[in-house]
């Protein structure tokens, strides 16, 4: 015959500590903004060169009729990446906000001035990231 196991409350199992304890929240955070920088720098490299004309051109006559839709589309494309890594960022920011352990009561001044400082650190990275993705949602519905 098994032991029993004790039930948790459901309103126990919901609170922060318990979830914290369940979840892997640090390592969900690493790889939140992992990704996030990776779409960042792939949306930068396509944002780089959508506009670029085919190397053809420079050595004979070419047609370049599509080129400007081909700029349109790859702009658009790398707004969409890099709005999407700048989510991943904020994500795995906010992650670490909720979910980081408090400092311990004995803690030394220089523990205590590092965990402050990272603190601060993903609260910055938070709100640049959250202006950002503002900013390119404004540049991105202006009407020419």
């Given at each position: 015959?098994?032991?029993?196991?004790?039930?948790?409350?459901?309103?126990?199992?919901?609170?922060?500590?318990?979830?914290?304890?369940?979840?892997?929240?640090?390592?969900?955070?690493?790889?939140?903004?992992?990704i996030g920088l990776l779409l960042i720098f792939v949306g930068?490299?396509?944002?780089?060169?959508?506009?670029?004309?085919?190397?053809?051109?420079?050595?004979?006559?070419?047609?370049?009729?599509?080129?400007?839709?081909?700029?349109?589309?790859?702009?658009?494309?790398?707004?969409?990446?890099?709005?999407?890594?700048?989510?991943?960022?904020?994500?795995?920011?906010?992650?670490?906000?909720?979910?980081?352990?408090?400092?311990?009561?004995?803690?030394?001044?220089?523990?205590?001035?590092?965990?402050?400082?990272?603190?601060?650190?993903?609260?910055?990275?938070?709100?640049?990231?959250?202006?950002?993705?503002?900013?390119?949602?404004?540049?991105?519905?202006?009407?020419?």
């Open positions: 015959m098994a032991p029993a196991t004790p039930t948790v409350p459901l309103s126990q199992r919901l609170t922060p500590e318990h979830l914290a304890a369940k979840i892997p929240w640090a390592f969900l955070a690493f790889l939140a903004q992992s930068g490299l396509l944002a780089v060169t959508a506009g670029v004309f085919p190397p053809n051109c420079y050595t004979s006559t070419c047609s370049i009729g599509g080129t400007e839709a081909n700029v349109a589309y790859g702009i658009m494309a790398a707004r969409l990446l890099i709005v999407l890594g700048l989510f991943g960022l904020a994500a795995g920011a906010g992650l670490h906000l909720q979910f980081r352990p408090s400092l311990a009561s004995g803690s030394s001044p220089e523990e205590t001035r590092v965990y402050l400082g990272r603190r601060r650190g993903e609260f910055a990275l938070l709100l640049i990231s959250i202006l950002l993705v503002v900013l390119i949602v404004y540049w991105s519905v202006q009407v020419p």
